[in-house]
């Protein structure tokens, strides 16, 4: 109920033709260029989706909240349900619910929004987790504080980006290519072992990874420029960053998977 699906895999020649590059053998980047293409609007669509742009609001919040000298309550003010002495796992899982809670009954939630919301999860628990002591278990509430904290510099918020938009980048591809890859796996097929299939999607992560690069440093810069002039970050700001990020991240795909790219 009041959840926003793309469809079912649309009858077009852009979609035939990943259909056809896939059973033909084609490279990754060639592949994701015409998934990318198939994609396009929706992709774009994505810098106007709710979820997406609470994502991101809340992924600038973080670090701007663990500057602070009362870490829990600026979180709190950012509308996430914390104790006192919030973990990594605690302040995920907040995260998460807070998304849940502000799309639920405004009939925001949309696929490009849960993937974006899943994506920010994800990058949450790994990339910070693999800045404290003891992983995502171990650390004490200090060290936490101190991990967000550390990304609210030009390079390492570039950073964070970068990978958030990687994740969220090859999910989007999964999504659609999910449809035409089913008619391709198994015996006698492009990908006749699970094996051949498990190095193609890794392929494609690396090729989202490389393309998100374009958001990195503008990414940090973006971050650094709005909180100093504005005191702080607003959905607004996140709302404009998404557009401009969206339409650099679309644009690089397609131009990584050109014959002489």
């Not at 609001?57 to 663990?66: F, I, R, S, V």
């Not at 938009?165 to 090859?170: D, G």
């Not at 890794?202 to 973006?222: P, T």
């Not at 504005?230 to 557009?243: E, L, N």
Request: proline content about 3%; glycine content about 10%.
């Amino acid at each position: 109920m009041g959840h926003t699906r793309l469809g079912e895999l649309p009858r077009t020649r852009k979609w035939a033709q990943v259909v056809d590059l896939i059973g033909g053998g084609a490279g990754v980047a060639q592949l994701a260029n015409a998934t990318i293409t198939a994609a396009e609007r929706g992709m774009k669509f994505a810098a106007n989706d709710k979820g997406l742009v609470e994502t991101i609001w809340l992924l600038t919040q973080l670090p701007l909240a663990a500057q602070t000298k009362d870490f829990p309550g600026a979180l709190r003010k950012a509308g996430l349900n914390v104790s006192d002495s919030p973990g990594l796992m605690e302040i995920v899982g907040a995260v998460s619910d807070v998304i849940d809670s502000r799309l639920r009954h405004n009939r925001g939630r949309t696929d490009l929004g849960e993937i974006a919301q899943m994506a920010a999860t994800e990058t949450i628990s790994k990339y910070v987790g693999s800045r404290v002591p003891g992983g995502l278990f171990g650390p004490s509430p200090g060290d936490v504080q101190k991990a967000f904290a550390s990304l609210a510099t030009v390079k390492q918020f570039s950073s964070f980006a970068k990978h958030f938009f990687a994740r969220m980048t090859n999910r989007c591809l999964n999504y659609y290519l999910s449809r035409a890859m089913a008619y391709h796996v198994g015996d006698g097929r492009r990908f006749s072992t699970l094996a051949q299939h498990a190095q193609f999607s890794k392929a494609l992560e690396v090729h989202c990874h490389q393309a998100s690069v374009i958001v990195e440093r503008f990414s940090g810069e973006w971050f650094s420029k709005t909180n100093w002039e504005k005191q702080g970050i607003s959905r607004d700001d996140a709302s404009g960053f998404s557009h401009v990020a969206m339409d650099k991240l679309v644009a690089e795909l397609k131009a990584g998977a050109r014959p002489n790219a």
